[in-house]
């Protein structure tokens, strides 16, 4: 049973995210849990003032992210067609990454799914709980429905790293009673791979071939080609990239994780994100 978690401002794309993801995993076993976290609008409030608050100055907030929630659960428990799907509600008085953090490491979180968007420019959201939340895969989801059958995945790397093969084992095994063809997108010509590339790359390849029935085909990628074109090729792929681990000046802020960059080269595609 996999434990899926969904952070949702119930806006259109997040409704889109939860629509998407549930029927990709519409044959697997899953509990999923819809995550809305709110705070308190105290702008403009002095000391006296947000002393003098009542009640319902702070019971409503609570009041209409449960509500909205349970709307959601009952929508999708009267939609849904699988007697091994479950919704769960989530509410937090706290921020979004934190309340993220508590779901993953209380519950026991194996993939966080969250709405991208259709813009040119990651959203400010993604970009924080892309560069913040490394304890498990993220889904990352742009606003489309599923034209395809076919599950597929593209793990794109230069492989001058080992590639984190437990993340990519929790997702592929999601998708036990449907079958996952993979594609492995190498960001080099293979005459120009090094040593220790073409040995992590192998690595991969190996423990991929493992799996009963799983189709892996390897592609270099030509001088030519560019990776937004790949994309378009390719845009009801699923697409797996690896965030490196932080270093010092990102672990200070100076900078975000290398991910963010990668996945402006694919706004169409669904990205999975793992860490190294």
Do not use: W
Not at 20 to 33: R, T
Not at 68 to 93: D, M
Not at 191 to 205: C, D, G, I, Q
Not at 218 to 243: G, W
């Amino acid at each position: 049973m996999k434990k899926i978690l969904i952070p949702t401002d119930f806006s259109p794309s997040s409704e889109l995210t939860i629509d998407f993801i549930v029927k990709l995993f519409q044959h697997e076993m899953c509990e999923y849990y819809f995550l809305n976290s709110y705070t308190y609008n105290i702008s403009g409030l002095n000391a006296i003032e947000l002393l003098q608050a009542d009640e319902e100055f702070f019971d409503k907030p609570k009041e209409e992210s449960l509500h909205k929630l349970g709307v959601l659960i009952e929508r999708h428990t009267q939609a849904s067609t699988n007697g091994n799907h479950s919704f769960h509600a989530l509410s937090e008085n706290t921020k979004l990454v934190d309340a993220m953090k508590g779901a993953i490491k209380n519950i026991g979180i194996d993939l966080v799914v969250i709405a991208g968007n259709s813009k040119n420019k990651l959203g400010r959201r993604t970009r924080l709980i892309i560069d913040k939340i490394r304890s498990c895969p993220i889904l990352v989801v742009p606003p489309k429905d599923i034209k395809s059958t076919k599950n597929s995945m593209t793990i794109v790397s230069d492989f001058k790293r080992r590639m984190n093969t437990l993340e990519i084992n929790s997702f592929i095994k999601t998708f036990e009673n449907n079958r996952l063809d993979i594609d492995i997108l190498v960001l080099e010509p293979q005459h120009a791979m090094t040593v220790e590339a073409k040995a992590n790359l192998n690595s991969l390849t190996y423990f991929l071939n493992q799996f009963d029935g799983l189709k892996v085909n390897v592609e270099f990628k030509k001088a030519s080609s560019n990776l937004k074109d790949y994309a378009l090729s390719h845009s009801n792929s699923i697409i797996c990239i690896m965030d490196k681990k932080p270093d010092l000046l990102r672990k200070m802020g100076l900078y975000q994780s290398n991910a963010i960059a990668t996945l402006g080269q694919f706004r169409s595609n669904t990205v999975l994100t793992i860490h190294q």
